[in-house]
């Protein structure tokens, strides 16, 4: 079954409060400034995890996006291949990455299975969270002097924390409508 309803804007947070709750029982508070919107798995074969999701629970899926992203990896410099989808039905969305040999996102590489949260000030919540113990681990490079636009922090039990500014929230909001426009 597919959703037609968009995202809701950052303006709507206020209403959707109570998954703090659940955030908070399952990982402890993740922050001020911080708002849950998606579960990312790695898998192996993405249109095969993506086939498997929509029969089981009906999901929906956004054109499956190819791209390389200029990184930082334990203060290495590197370039990482992505191929990833997100669920139409969300917010919270669940992300879906395929593995990628020898990539960030790849089961040889961190094998990312994460929770995102939108946060204001990616720099600033990311030095939150290296101070409370959870250290930044993969982060964009924003050595042109942009701001940061996502971060990535190993937590506790194999979770990781994915930090990214809201800017994408434009994007991803026309990635799922374009899929759905395409789809008619």
Not at 56 to 67: I, L
Not at 74 to 81: K, L, M, P, T, V
Request: proline share 4%; charged share 25%.
């Amino acid at each position: 079954m597919r959703s037609r309803s968009l995202p809701r804007r950052c303006s709507d947070r206020a209403s959707r409060r109570p998954r703090w709750l659940v955030v908070t029982f399952l990982f402890g508070a993740p922050g001020k400034g911080l708002d849950l919107y998606h579960i990312g798995l790695t898998v192996p074969d993405l249109r095969a995890a993506m086939e498997q999701y929509a029969d089981a629970f009906g999901f929906g899926w956004a054109t499956v996006r190819e791209s390389t992203h200029a990184v930082v990896v334990d203060g290495e410099q590197r370039q990482a291949q992505i191929a990833v989808t997100y669920s139409l039905q969300g917010p919270p969305y669940l992300e879906l990455i395929e593995e990628r040999r020898g990539a960030v996102w790849g089961a040889d590489g961190l094998a990312l299975t994460h929770v995102g949260f939108w946060a204001e000030d990616v720099s600033a919540a990311m030095q939150a969270l290296d101070a409370s113990g959870v250290t930044v681990r993969v982060r964009a490079d924003a050595s042109d002097g942009r701001p940061l636009r996502y971060s990535y922090h190993r937590f506790g039990g194999g979770l990781w924390l994915e930090l990214v500014h809201p800017s994408f929230e434009a994007d991803l909001t026309g990635w799922i409508a374009k899929t759905l426009d395409q789809a008619d």
